[in-house]
């Protein structure tokens, strides 16, 4: 069996293995459904129907984009983060001076952004540093000339934020996709998976064992549901998993896999929690309705957006 | 802004108590209600819109139905009913006014059917202007354009809206006058109540514009693809002695409310 071949097994497996345990929860969470007197919180099984059928959408739309191929990846993950931007920034205070300023980052930057990503790995020079450097000093400078100087840092700081989170974190997930495994022909599509079933797996994960054994709330004004123990409990079971998947990495060791994998989980937790932060201040339990009783895109991707750059930079510090 | 819809079923009972106090209200002598009457007006309605529809090009179908997806698409509405349903019976919607997109954000809010009878009246001097805009306006979303500078007493805009209506449409109304600059509603002109005087039949449904003012402020040409939230309310009616500025603070109070719902 060459290499190629055996990606491609690897991937089916991959896909396939996701597929079988989304089937499965979608049966479990029917039957707890079904059977209302089964002494469990009706509430608890409402939240897991909602995010098993998150996941379905997200693993449905990574399996299309896997079939077309890399550009069409690239161009659902642009689409993904433009929305998110778009609900960021509609919860965020501006004021008609950041007008013009927020026209070039919707339509200058984030496409921008994601034509470098799916451009290649010749443009990371650039795409590394686009947003943090140039959209960083275009954004207060714009607004600077609109001559609107009212809570002036706090309104280019807030527009950056949402940039760097919504656009630039989340462009890296794409951007697993132009690595180069040199003296291997591995798909990077398998990659891009893996990181998504992990960052999703680790909070699943969290969510189980705080429920099961969670004592101490990290932050209850913040989150009320996410416990050191559900972290720690969480981040060693997916590393455990991240081992197991070793085999659908570029890792050259399963450690390897596990330790990028536990790095993921608490990156992830990072993010939810960052994104609480900003939802509590702005007095909102959800960020949209994106879809019914689902919150908004960026409820489902705020852990994917602080994973994805580290994820990134480890796998390229490890394998290239 | 961003809060669940209210459960359908409570917003129907209330709905159905305020036609029942509307029908009592309009039954002094045993004539027939409200409630009939709207029911003949809904099948006329019905059946010149399939007339309308049959007539109407079907290429300006197309691009109502494009324009209205993109509009919606560009202002990321999400629409909320509460205690008011879609319906094809003769409406005034009046909301606040932020800017130029709200007449056709509104009217691409609607579900597709009522769109077809809804027409909203805009500024001549902003929709007059190009062949574009032109076209759009009176074409697609058949506006009736009102002439802010040449306001005649004997062809005045209630007259035109009145003509407009018919029997068969329903409007589009900004009473502020103009866009409100800042985000406090301005108080309504009297249009509105004149309108009510010569149609009382008409039920009034307030409507709220949340976020469209970032949107496409005062003086932009660009938008920025903000996500807005239309409101659709109770509707009201103009009461029996009802005066002037007791109605329009009422109107504008109806609008205020569902800002903070």
Same mark, same amino acid.
């Given at each position: 069996?060459?290499?190629?071949?055996?990606?491609?097994?690897?991937?089916?497996?991959?896909?396939?293995?996701?597929?079988?345990?989304?089937?499965?929860?979608?049966?479990?969470?029917?039957?707890?459904?079904?059977?209302?007197?089964?002494?469990?919180?009706?509430?608890?099984?409402?939240?897991?129907?909602?995010?098993?059928?998150?996941?379905?959408?997200?693993?449905?739309?990574?399996?299309?984009?896997?079939?077309?191929?890399?550009?069409?990846?690239?161009?659902?993950?642009?689409?993904?983060?433009?929305?998110?931007?778009?609900?960021?920034?509609?919860?965020?205070?501006?004021?008609?001076?950041?007008?013009?300023?927020?026209?070039?980052?919707?339509?200058?930057?984030?496409?921008?952004?994601?034509?470098?990503?799916?451009?290649?790995?010749?443009?990371?020079?650039?795409?590394?540093?686009?947003?943090?450097?140039?959209?960083?000093?275009?954004?207060?400078?714009?607004?600077?000339?609109?001559?609107?100087?009212?809570?002036?840092?706090?309104?280019?700081?807030?527009?950056?934020?949402?940039?760097?989170?919504?656009?630039?974190?989340?462009?890296?997930?794409?951007?697993?996709?132009?690595?180069?495994?040199?003296?291997?022909?591995?798909?990077?599509?398998?990659?891009?998976?893996?990181?998504?079933?992990?960052?999703?797996?680790?909070?699943?994960?969290?969510?189980?064992?705080?429920?099961?054994?969670?004592?101490?709330?990290?932050?209850?004004?913040?989150?009320?549901?996410?416990?050191?123990?559900?972290?720690?409990?969480?981040?060693?079971?997916?590393?455990?998993?991240?081992?197991?998947?070793?085999?659908?990495?570029?890792?050259?060791?399963?450690?390897?896999?596990?330790?990028?994998?536990?790095?993921?989980?608490?990156?992830?937790?990072?993010?939810?929690?960052?994104?609480?932060?900003?939802?509590?201040?702005?007095?909102?339990?959800?960020?949209?309705?994106?879809?019914?009783?689902?919150?908004?895109?960026?409820?489902?991707?705020?852990?994917?957006?602080?994973?994805?750059?580290?994820?990134?930079?480890?796998?390229?510090?490890?394998?290239? | 802004?961003?809060?669940?819809?209210?459960?359908?079923?409570?917003?129907?009972?209330?709905?159905?108590?305020?036609?029942?106090?509307?029908?009592?209200?309009?039954?002094?002598?045993?004539?027939?209600?409200?409630?009939?009457?709207?029911?003949?007006?809904?099948?006329?309605?019905?059946?010149?819109?399939?007339?309308?529809?049959?007539?109407?090009?079907?290429?300006?179908?197309?691009?109502?139905?494009?324009?209205?997806?993109?509009?919606?698409?560009?202002?990321?509405?999400?629409?909320?009913?509460?205690?008011?349903?879609?319906?094809?019976?003769?409406?005034?919607?009046?909301?606040?006014?932020?800017?130029?997109?709200?007449?056709?954000?509104?009217?691409?809010?609607?579900?597709?059917?009522?769109?077809?009878?809804?027409?909203?009246?805009?500024?001549?001097?902003?929709?007059?202007? +190009? $062949?574009?805009?032109?076209?759009? &306006?009176?074409?697609?979303?058949? =506006?009736? #354009?009102?002439?802010? %500078? *040449?306001?005649? /007493?004997?062809?005045?805009?209630?007259?035109?809206?009145?003509?407009?209506?018919?029997?068969?449409?329903?409007?589009?109304?900004?009473?502020?006058?103009?866009?409100?600059?800042?985000?406090?509603?301005?108080?309504?002109?009297?249009?509105?109540?004149?309108?009510?005087?010569?149609?009382?039949?008409?039920?009034?449904?307030?409507?709220?514009?949340?976020?469209?003012?970032?949107?496409?402020?005062?003086?932009?040409?660009?938008?920025?693809?903000?996500?807005?939230?239309?409101?659709? +309310? $109770?509707?009201?009616?103009?009461? &029996?002695?009802?005066?002037?500025? =007791?109605? #329009?603070?009422?109107? %504008? *109070?109806?609008? /205020?409310?569902?800002?903070?719902?």
């Amino acid at each position: 069996m060459n290499l190629l071949q055996r990606t491609d097994a690897y991937a089916l497996g991959l896909v396939g293995g996701v597929l079988i345990l989304l089937a499965t929860g979608t049966a479990v969470g029917q039957l707890l459904t079904r059977r209302a007197g089964s002494g469990l919180d009706p509430s608890l099984i409402r939240a897991f129907n909602l995010r098993v059928r998150a996941w379905w959408l997200m693993w449905s739309v990574l399996a299309a984009a896997f079939l077309i191929g890399e550009t069409a990846t690239v161009v659902v993950f642009g689409a993904i983060s433009f929305w998110a931007l778009r609900e960021f920034i509609t919860l965020t205070p501006t004021r008609p001076g950041d007008h013009r300023a927020l026209f070039w980052v919707f339509f200058l930057f984030t496409p921008l952004q994601f034509v470098l990503v799916g451009i290649g790995y010749s443009q990371y020079g650039l795409y590394s540093i686009l947003i943090p450097v140039y959209a960083f000093l275009f954004i207060p400078a714009r607004i600077a000339i609109s001559g609107d100087y009212e809570r002036f840092l706090e309104r280019a700081a807030k527009i950056q934020a949402g940039l760097i989170i919504c656009v630039y974190c989340f462009s890296y997930a794409p951007a697993l996709l132009t690595l180069t495994i040199p003296d291997t022909d591995y798909d990077t599509q398998l990659l891009l998976f893996f990181f998504v079933v992990i960052v999703q797996f680790g909070d699943l994960a969290q969510f189980v064992w705080g429920r099961l054994l969670g004592r101490h709330v990290i932050a209850s004004n913040i989150n009320a549901s996410r416990t050191w123990e559900g972290l720690a409990g969480g981040t060693l079971t997916t590393m455990v998993v991240g081992a197991l998947l070793w085999w659908a990495t570029p890792f050259e060791q399963p450690f390897l896999a596990a330790a990028v994998s536990g790095v993921s989980t608490v990156m992830g937790c990072a993010g939810a929690m960052t994104m609480s932060a900003i939802k509590r201040d702005r007095g909102v339990k959800d960020y949209g309705e994106f879809i019914v009783g689902h919150g908004g895109v960026l409820d489902r991707i705020d852990s994917l957006c602080f994973a994805a750059p580290v994820f990134f930079h480890l796998t390229r510090f490890f394998c290239l | 802004m961003l809060r669940p819809q209210h459960p359908q079923g409570s917003a129907e009972r209330r709905c159905t108590t305020i036609r029942a106090k509307r029908a009592d209200y309009a039954t002094p002598s045993g004539r027939s209600t409200i409630g009939d009457r709207r029911e003949t007006i809904r099948s006329s309605a019905r059946k010149r819109a399939r007339v309308t529809n049959f007539i109407c090009h079907r290429n300006m179908q197309i691009t109502a139905s494009t324009l209205a997806g993109a509009a919606r698409l560009i202002s990321g509405a999400s629409v909320r009913w509460i205690d008011c349903e879609p319906d094809s019976c003769q409406r005034v919607y009046f909301a606040n006014h932020t800017s130029h997109l709200d007449a056709l954000v509104i009217w691409a809010s609607l579900p597709h059917e009522i769109r077809s009878l809804t027409r909203p009246v805009a500024a001549k001097d902003y929709w007059d202007r +190009g $062949p574009l805009r032109r076209h759009l &306006a009176l074409d697609v979303f058949r =506006a009736l #354009l009102i002439d802010r %500078r *040449a306001i005649k /007493v004997h062809n005045s805009p209630v007259d035109q809206m009145v003509r407009a209506m018919g029997d068969t449409y329903s409007l589009i109304v900004f009473p502020e006058g103009s866009r409100s600059p800042g985000t406090e509603i301005q108080t309504f002109k009297s249009g509105l109540f004149h309108l009510c005087k010569r149609r009382p039949d008409l039920e009034l449904v307030p409507v709220h514009i949340d976020n469209m003012n970032r949107v496409l402020p005062r003086g932009e040409f660009l938008p920025v693809p903000l996500l807005s939230c239309i409101t659709f +309310g $109770p509707p009201i009616w103009l009461e &029996a002695n009802e005066t002037k500025q =007791a109605f #329009l603070e009422r109107a %504008r *109070a109806s609008v /205020v409310r569902l800002k903070d719902q």
